[in-house]
């Protein structure tokens, strides 16, 4: 069974620059999981922010973050990144991965992920 673990948030002025990583810290290979991540900001409900393929061939973004957010994986170390550039205060909030034995070329976009981290909190203010 998955044990995610987010890091990487923090504090960044509008416009800057974060990476977050996500990873079970056991090792537990990623290998077969479609991941995703998700964002909630307060008072508001949980939403998808972008999606990786098991292989990383297939990716997604939330209209809101296209052009500025990367996801991307390293199956070697285990690990899923989400790079967000040109951070804008409504890019606030908790950001959650998530990951689903999904053994497809494409990316999972459901919400009945399988495994959920505990969150790293993002906070975009000068």
């Known amino acids: 069974q998955l044990q995610l673990v987010e890091s990487g948030g923090g504090l960044v002025q509008p416009g800057g620059t974060l990476s977050l990583s996500c990873a079970d810290p056991r090792g537990f290979p990623l290998d077969y999981y479609a991941v995703g991540w998700f964002r909630q900001a307060p008072g508001k409900e949980r939403e998808a922010v972008s999606q990786?393929?098991?292989?990383?061939?297939?990716?997604n973004y939330a209209d809101s973050v296209k052009g500025r957010f990367t996801i991307s994986r390293d199956n070697a170390k285990n690990a899923v990144y989400l790079q967000m550039n040109s951070l804008k205060p409504e890019d606030t909030g908790v950001y959650y991965c998530?990951?689903?034995?999904?053994?497809?070329?494409?990316?999972?976009?459901?919400?009945?992920?399988?495994?959920w981290g505990q969150g790293t909190q993002v906070t975009v203010s000068s």
């Open positions: 990786i393929s098991y292989s990383g061939g297939s990716t």
């Open positions: 998530a990951a689903k034995q999904w053994y497809s070329g494409s990316y999972y976009g459901g919400i009945d992920y399988d495994y």
